[in-house]
């Protein structure tokens, strides 16, 4: 690493990049080929924005701390013309391959952060795409790719040849956010991915931001705005005389061209700092291990729908699959399980069996007997596992009478739900430890089940919504920390019980056990697209190949294929009979295909159902290696 300071400008250079601060400018080079990649007409890199708007930042002055070993430290100081807010401190630790930047200021009067500004309006991106996630809906790919170039040319100045997309292209803006908007079913990380030819870009946070979505608005190579949104005019409120602090965020460089590999260095850097822990699945209980059965969708097929989602406009003919599952279904399904001896490990009781969602106790008059036939499912060997969507409360639920335990007192959000205000240390103790106990407890009147499929964590969060405890606030944090309060009480009740998560976002790998692929239902593509986003983002977690549309022997074949080629875990579709016929739908070749195909797996039970696996029926993923500490570090790498 080069450092150099002069009167007229600071420059760290490196073998990834070169990073030039002026009183002026900020500006960032690719060294290999003296490309200028960012050109921002400010030195500032982060800085505040309030509501009401009272902040016009300006620079006063910079300063340099070369370091003999560990980072180059850059400080750029600047000054509000508002009395409210004292001096801005913006700090880049300038390491080899990245640089992380943040900055923190005085607040002397109450005020409302409105967004973290990056890089000035008008700061030039010579860079040609823009990469950012996706969790599940309004898109089948798992990340979009947006053109850096659009707003360059006009409708009417495109020629009649130029295909259509294009034209979009070129006439359009990007705009782009992180957050969810759409109907999301795990938050996405504050994250994206510039791209310029091999050079990636990325930028994304350190710490999980108060905010909700990283923003990019940007047209014809020049920045509209770079942003942490912070809620606007909802945004985070700052006590008098309280120091605010940015979120620290990491600018990197990859010359793989590899945009996964991209992915895998954010990743790196997180486990380097200690801010995630390394995880390894080699410890995991055997009965995670094996393949998994799930009601869902015999569920919506003894309900009379052939669909997968078995929705209204998605073939929906009889009841839903909610609507239609009770204690009979579920013993009808349980018969034929342990009828054919499926190898199974464990049985997911889906969407239904709650009373509604919020109010989650068993159905009254559709399961009146749960907890014996979870007692049934133990005496087959099977480990039972529920189904649940935290975030949501239907209208029928008790728990909106009780608004001490709701966000904003039961304020509807987006999807005309209440945010049950997880935070809350009431909510916590009247709540949801007693959910937890009547979960996972042996006693007799509770339930007794192995673990959890949460699901829909999905677009609750907003920034309007006010939390008891200020530092859950954000899309992120929320739900990050409402899935730990779950996964902790759960553990706290059978370390062995299993969470299976739906969440791409390397800050859940240590509060969800397995990961899900999502029920996806257009292609069998999609579950290895899929696949390939979670062992990225989380390393060390255990991946489920969920369910899919199994319409076809070569359908379920295929499914099983993949499963296998990318050592995924198996869920189970579907073991019901024709309801009017009493056949299977594909006949006795389908019940026999999975039934073999199953007992082969590297993690499958023996035919009878056992709860621990043979030694040595491990896969190779999950072989024994060298010794490892808690945080998945080898003896030779500690």
Same mark, same amino acid.
């Given at each position: 690493?080069?450092?150099?300071?002069?009167?007229?400008?600071?420059?760290?250079?490196?073998?990834?990049?070169?990073?030039?601060?002026?009183?002026?400018?900020?500006?960032?080079?690719?060294?290999?080929?003296?490309?200028?990649?960012?050109?921002?007409?400010?030195?500032?890199?982060?800085?505040?924005?309030?509501?009401?708007?009272?902040?016009?930042?300006?620079?006063?002055?910079?300063?340099?701390? !070369?370091?003999?070993?560990?980072?180059?430290?850059?400080?750029?100081?600047?000054?509000?013309?508002?009395?409210?807010?004292?001096?801005?401190?913006?700090?880049?630790?300038?390491?080899?391959?990245?640089?992380?930047?943040?900055?923190?200021?005085?607040?002397?009067?109450?005020?409302?952060?409105?967004?973290?500004?990056?890089?000035?309006?008008?700061?030039?991106?010579?860079?040609?795409?823009?990469?950012?996630?996706? =969790?599940?809906?309004?898109?089948?790919?798992?990340?979009?790719?947006?053109?850096?170039?659009?707003?360059?040319?006009?409708?009417?100045?495109?020629?009649?040849?130029?295909?259509?997309?294009?034209?979009?292209?070129?006439?359009?803006?990007?705009?782009?956010?992180?957050?969810?908007?759409?109907?999301?079913?795990?938050?996405? !990380?504050?994250?994206?991915?510039?791209?310029?030819?091999? &050079?990636?870009?990325?930028?994304?946070?350190?710490?999980?931001?108060?905010?909700?979505?990283?923003?990019?608005?940007?047209?014809?190579?020049? /920045?509209?705005?770079?942003?942490?949104?912070?809620?606007?005019?909802?945004?985070?409120?700052?006590?008098?005389?309280?120091?605010?602090?940015?979120?620290?965020?990491?600018?990197?460089?990859?010359?793989?061209?590899?945009?996964?590999?991209?992915?895998?260095?954010?990743?790196?850097? &997180?486990?380097?700092?200690?801010?995630?822990?390394?995880?390894?699945?080699?410890?995991?209980?055997?009965?995670?291990?094996?393949?998994?059965?799930?009601?869902?969708?015999?569920?919506?097929?003894?309900?009379?729908?052939?669909?997968?989602?078995?929705?209204?406009?998605?073939?929906?003919?009889?009841?839903?699959?909610?609507?239609?599952?009770?204690?009979?279904?579920?013993?009808? /399904?349980?018969?034929?399980?342990?009828?054919?001896?499926?190898?199974?490990?464990?049985?997911?009781?889906?969407?239904?069996?709650?009373?509604?969602?919020?109010?989650?106790?068993?159905?009254?008059?559709?399961?009146?007997?749960?907890?014996?036939?979870?007692?049934?499912?133990?005496?087959?060997? &099977?480990?039972?596992?529920?189904?649940?969507?935290?975030?949501?409360?239907?209208?029928?639920?008790?728990?909106?009478?009780?608004?001490?335990?709701?966000?904003?007192?039961?304020?509807?959000?987006?999807?005309?739900?209440?945010?049950?205000?997880?935070?809350?240390?009431?909510?916590?103790?009247?709540?949801?430890?007693?959910?937890?106990?009547?979960?996972?407890?042996?006693?007799?009147?509770?339930?007794?089940?192995?673990?959890?499929?949460?699901?829909?964590?999905?677009?609750?969060?907003?920034?309007?919504?006010?939390?008891?405890?200020?530092?859950?606030?954000?899309?992120?944090?929320?739900?990050?920390?409402?899935?730990?309060?779950?996964?902790?009480?759960?553990?706290?009740?059978?370390?062995?019980?299993?969470?299976?998560?739906?969440?791409?976002? !390397?800050?859940?790998?240590?509060?969800?056990?397995?990961?899900?692929?999502?029920?996806?239902?257009?292609?069998?593509?999609?579950?290895?697209?899929?696949?390939?986003? /979670?062992?990225?983002?989380?390393?060390?977690?255990?991946?489920?190949?969920?369910?899919?549309?199994?319409?076809?022997?070569?359908?379920?074949?295929?499914?099983?294929?993949?499963?296998?080629?990318?050592?995924?875990?198996?869920?189970?579709?579907?073991?019901?009979?024709?309801?009017?016929?009493?056949?299977?739908?594909?006949?006795?070749?389908?019940?026999?295909?999975?039934?073999?195909?199953?007992?082969?797996?590297?993690?499958?039970? =023996?035919?009878?159902?056992?709860?621990?696996?043979?030694?040595?029926?491990?896969?190779?993923?999950?072989?024994?290696?060298?010794?490892?500490?808690?945080?998945?570090?080898?003896?030779?790498?500690?």
């Amino acid at each position: 690493m080069h450092v150099q300071a002069t009167d007229s400008a600071i420059t760290v250079a490196t073998t990834r990049y070169r990073l030039e601060v002026t009183s002026g400018a900020l500006r960032l080079r690719d060294p290999r080929s003296e490309q200028l990649l960012i050109d921002s007409p400010s030195p500032l890199m982060i800085w505040p924005t309030f509501s009401p708007e009272l902040s016009r930042w300006r620079y006063v002055g910079r300063a340099v701390q !070369p370091a003999s070993a560990g980072p180059a430290i850059i400080e750029v100081r600047a000054e509000c013309d508002h009395a409210a807010v004292g001096a801005l401190t913006i700090t880049l630790r300038c390491h080899q391959d990245h640089i992380e930047f943040s900055a923190a200021c005085e607040v002397r009067h109450e005020a409302t952060v409105a967004h973290w500004q990056m890089l000035a309006a008008g700061a030039k991106l010579d860079l040609f795409h823009v990469h950012h996630w996706r =969790s599940r809906h309004g898109n089948n790919k798992t990340y979009e790719t947006h053109n850096l170039h659009q707003g360059h040319l006009t409708a009417d100045r495109c020629s009649a040849n130029i295909p259509p997309e294009m034209v979009w292209q070129w006439t359009n803006l990007t705009d782009i956010s992180t957050f969810s908007t759409d109907f999301q079913f795990a938050p996405r !990380p504050s994250l994206l991915v510039f791209q310029r030819d091999r &050079l990636m870009l990325g930028i994304g946070s350190r710490d999980l931001p108060h905010g909700f979505g990283l923003e990019l608005k940007a047209a014809a190579h020049r /920045l509209s705005h770079l942003r942490l949104n912070y809620g606007g005019e909802h945004g985070q409120k700052i006590a008098a005389g309280d120091v605010i602090q940015s979120p620290r965020m990491y600018l990197w460089f990859n010359n793989s061209g590899d945009l996964w590999r991209t992915v895998d260095q954010y990743v790196g850097l &997180l486990q380097e700092d200690g801010v995630i822990p390394r995880l390894s699945p080699r410890n995991a209980p055997h009965w995670w291990l094996a393949p998994m059965y799930c009601t869902w969708n015999d569920q919506g097929y003894l309900a009379g729908n052939a669909a997968f989602y078995n929705w209204p406009g998605d073939g929906f003919q009889g009841k839903n699959p909610v609507e239609a599952f009770d204690g009979p279904m579920l013993d009808h /399904l349980l018969d034929v399980l342990e009828r054919e001896q499926y190898p199974v490990g464990s049985v997911i009781i889906d969407d239904g069996w709650q009373t509604c969602r919020g109010h989650w106790r068993a159905h009254p008059t559709h399961f009146p007997n749960l907890r014996q036939q979870i007692d049934r499912i133990h005496a087959m060997g &099977l480990r039972a596992i529920l189904w649940m969507a935290p975030m949501d409360v239907e209208v029928d639920a008790p728990l909106r009478q009780r608004k001490e335990w709701l966000a904003s007192g039961g304020a509807p959000g987006k999807w005309d739900m209440p945010l049950i205000d997880y935070s809350n240390p009431r909510t916590q103790e009247e709540y949801v430890r007693p959910m937890a106990r009547y979960f996972f407890s042996s006693e007799p009147d509770c339930l007794n089940a192995d673990g959890l499929k949460v699901d829909f964590m999905a677009d609750k969060v907003h920034p309007g919504f006010g939390t008891h405890d200020p530092s859950w606030r954000g899309e992120e944090r929320f739900l990050l920390n409402t899935q730990r309060l779950l996964y902790d009480l759960m553990k706290s009740h059978k370390p062995d019980a299993m969470l299976l998560g739906c969440t791409a976002h !390397p800050f859940f790998g240590s509060c969800q056990d397995l990961i899900r692929t999502f029920d996806v239902p257009d292609s069998q593509q999609q579950h290895v697209d899929r696949w390939q986003m /979670l062992r990225h983002f989380n390393p060390g977690n255990l991946i489920s190949l969920d369910l899919s549309e199994t319409r076809s022997l070569a359908d379920v074949e295929e499914h099983l294929r993949m499963a296998v080629e990318q050592e995924m875990l198996y869920e189970l579709a579907r073991i019901a009979p024709n309801p009017a016929t009493g056949e299977f739908e594909l006949g006795n070749a389908y019940i026999e295909l999975v039934k073999r195909k199953l007992a082969a797996w590297p993690n499958a039970a =023996s035919s009878t159902h056992k709860t621990s696996l043979p030694n040595g029926h491990t896969h190779d993923r999950f072989r024994s290696g060298p010794a490892v500490d808690a945080n998945g570090l080898v003896e030779s790498q500690r």
